[in-house]
């Protein structure tokens, strides 16, 4: 809905070192209204993604309908012919979009496909940009660095475990978690292996990750939290949260807020 779309875009521009957050102040409003029926020809929305200044619109056919996140603008819409299988990524003025046909590379401006790349990797989180390349998690334990220039396997390297919690860069190192419980921090350049840890059995690492001024923060299956110093994959703290943690930890400000199953 226009409401849903606005709130999304609306809280996905507030800057966390606000000490207080405009919408305690003002509530929310409503900046503008698109009608979604008139626009995709009576079409339901799938999903919607924010992604740079542009809000995505995605129905059930496989069109994407693109807008202009502060003014609600139509600008452009491209036709994939096939669901998104995980939120896509912005990097350059182009849009990489993963579908069941592989992977599009949309102009952002114009919606036209530039080119399509084959699967050739059981992809199953969003992509994450790095130095132009895509970082890709795969459900065979993998992790892929594709070329943005010719689409080349720059690196692939395995984790020990499906890959189904997006992977962060922070610097020039990759931090991915493992469905086997393992953190991993990768270089980005080569894909080599820098540490990693993984809690006593019968705790296993579950929750994406969070990265805040050398800090890593991760959940795991029993509800404890975990603060591990990122340059050497020491645990600095843990705390019990109650109850297995859902999703990534998010830190506002000097908060960490976590995400459990209760």
Known sequence: SAATAEAVAHACT???????????????????????????????????????????????????FYFAADTGVWTASTSMKGSLVVPP?????????????????????????????????????GPVPYNNSLMLGGGNGKILRLSLEDMRHLWITSIGGPVNTKPIVAGDVVYAVGQQGRLVALDAETGEELWSFEPRKPSELISGIA????????????????????????????????????????????????????
């Open 14 to 64: 507030l800057d966390p070192r606000l000490t207080v957050l405009p919408i305690e102040d003002k509530g929310l409003k409503i900046t503008w209204r698109q009608d979604m029926g008139q626009v995709a020809e009576g079409m339901s929305l799938r999903q919607i993604y924010l992604t740079d200044n542009i809000l995505l619109a995605e129905t059930p056919d496989g069109t994407l």
């Open 89 to 125: 990524a912005f990097e350059g003025g182009n849009l990489y979009a993963l579908g069941a046909r592989g992977l599009l590379v949309i102009e952002a401006a114009t919606g036209l496909v530039l080119n399509r790349v084959p699967p050739r990797h059981p992809v199953v989180c």
């Open 211 to 262: 990265a805040d001024q050398g800090f890593l923060y991760v959940g795991d299956n029993r509800g404890y939290v975990y603060c591990v110093l990122a340059g050497e994959g020491i645990v600095a703290w843990r705390y019990p949260a109650g109850s297995p943690v859902h999703r990534a930890p998010a830190v506002v400000k000097d908060r960490l807020l976590v995400f459990t199953y209760e």
